[in-house]
């Protein structure tokens, strides 16, 4: 793993090539250069263990996913902001199964650090929530559940809060 700026350097070479090859009347691999250089620009936006994180999570392998996330030595140094808060979102997302404690300081760190979908936020919200419910702190799961509801545009998360809702009537 290196430094997020390394893939915008190797994207600039990767371009500044393909223009030298375009003065040279290679366009053939100038083309073929300037569209090489999206991949390392993608890369720099969407991180790549992050990305197989996700993938084994939507197979429901925790291993597999802590294993691809490990790769990530430094977050600070090697992710842009939201992609620091999809990192500590997906370690609070399986800590969430073991270790309360620290699954919410990992929520807490990645609604912080900041989100870019809604739904994702919601369902950090609604993690938080549970949590919050578990340790009999109320009023706070109140407000979570609240700002998961109106982050849930797409109805996806009615279920989970209803449950909720009705779990802290007993409370």
Known sequence: MFHKNIKLII???????????????????????LLL???PIFLYFK??????????????????AKKWLAYIKNPETALVRKQQGYFNYLHGIMLSQTNLNQSEKFFKKAIELGLSMDMDLAVA????????????????????????KKLDKQNMLTD???????QMKKI
Do not use: H, P
């Open 160 to 166: 989970q809060i209803k449950m909720m809702k009705d």
């Open 11 to 33: 994207a600039g070479l990767i371009i500044a090539t393909g223009v030298w090859q375009f003065t040279e009347s290679n366009i053939g691999n100038g083309i073929f250069l």
């Open 37 to 39: 250089s999206a991949f």
């Open 125 to 148: 919200k609604l993690n938080l929530a549970g949590i919050a419910m578990s340790r009999r702190r109320k009023l706070e799961a109140t407000n979570l559940l609240n700002e998961a």
């Open 47 to 64: 991180n790549e263990f992050i990305l197989l994180a996700f993938l084994k999570l939507r197979k429901q392998d925790f291993e597999g």
